[in-house]
T-cell receptor, first 118, second 114 residues
Framework: AQKVTQAQTEISVVEKEDVTLDCVYETRDTTYYLFWYKQPPSGELVFLIRRNSFDEQNEISGRYSWNFQKSTSSFNFTITASQVVDSAVYFCALSEADGGTSYGKLTFGQGTILTVHP | DSGVTQTPKHLITATGQRVTLRCSPRSGDLSVYWYQQSLDQGLQFLIQYYNGEERAKGNILERFSAQQFPDLHSELNLSSLELGDSALYFC?????????????FGPGTRLTVL
């Protein structure tokens, strides 16, 4: 069965600090997809990134970067020079190809509450 | 704005009652998903529909049911409500049933059972 673990329940930083959110996953599938979503105080879930299991290239988008390491089953998310607007709950999620039958259901981690203080 | 709409935004009802939550997917998306977010369970997948057919089922109670209509909007029906059903219910949509697609989430319906 698939599982996503975000061990950090809450992180508190001061503005301009770098912060890394950890995500570890478990799956028996060889083909799977990893996602990060952001849930700001307003409540909606905002898609941030998708990563395929066969693509271990790291990705950078502005102040955001993602480090995918298949060897350790981790997909960590780093925010550089954090800002108050980054305060939100961040979720890591996994979707399996399920042995060839593709279902879109996402398995989410418990989320990490990030608070950025001015 | 994700393009996914959900109504109502808030719903307050009593135990034992039945409610219907409605979702309209993004234009062109054929797949609709329902998720429940609660403090104790986190974000849990309930059910997926693709082009009117049930595609996958998760931790959905027997008291809950869903359907997707020909115009692709979806409804989640919750009956014999209990206090523990109080949660934020999200609908999401994607272009296909593939696990590759990112899902775009609606603003959610906050259900309070008193």
């Amino acid at each position: 069965a698939q599982k996503v673990t975000q061990a950090q329940t809450e992180i508190s930083v001061v503005e301009k600090e770098d912060v890394t959110l950890d995500c570890v996953y478990e799956t028996r599938d060889t083909t799977y997809y990893l996602f990060w979503y952001k849930q700001p105080p307003s409540g909606e879930l905002v898609f941030l990134i998708r990563r395929n299991s066969f693509d271990e290239q790291n990705e950078i988008s502005g102040r955001y970067s993602w480090n995918f390491q298949k060897s350790t089953s981790s997909f960590n998310f780093t925010i550089t020079a954090s800002q108050v607007v980054d305060s939100a709950v961040y979720f890591c999620a996994l979707s399996e190809a399920d042995g060839g039958t593709s279902y879109g259901k996402l398995t989410f981690g418990q989320g990490t509450i990030l608070t950025v203080h001015p | 704005d994700s393009g996914v709409t959900q109504t109502p935004k808030h719903l307050i009802t009593a135990t034992g009652q039945r409610v219907t939550l409605r979702c309209s997917p993004r234009s062109g998306d054929l797949s609709v998903y329902w998720y429940q977010q609660s403090l104790d369970q986190g974000l849990q997948f309930l059910i997926q529909y693709y082009n009117g057919e049930e595609r996958a089922k998760g931790n959905i109670l027997e008291r809950f049911s869903a359907q997707q209509f020909p115009d692709l909007h979806s409804e989640l029906n919750l009956s014999s409500l209990e206090l523990g059903d109080s949660a934020l219910y999200f609908c999401a949509s994607s272009p296909s049933a593939s696990s590759y697609n990112e899902q775009f989430f609606g603003p959610g319906t906050r259900l309070t059972v008193l």
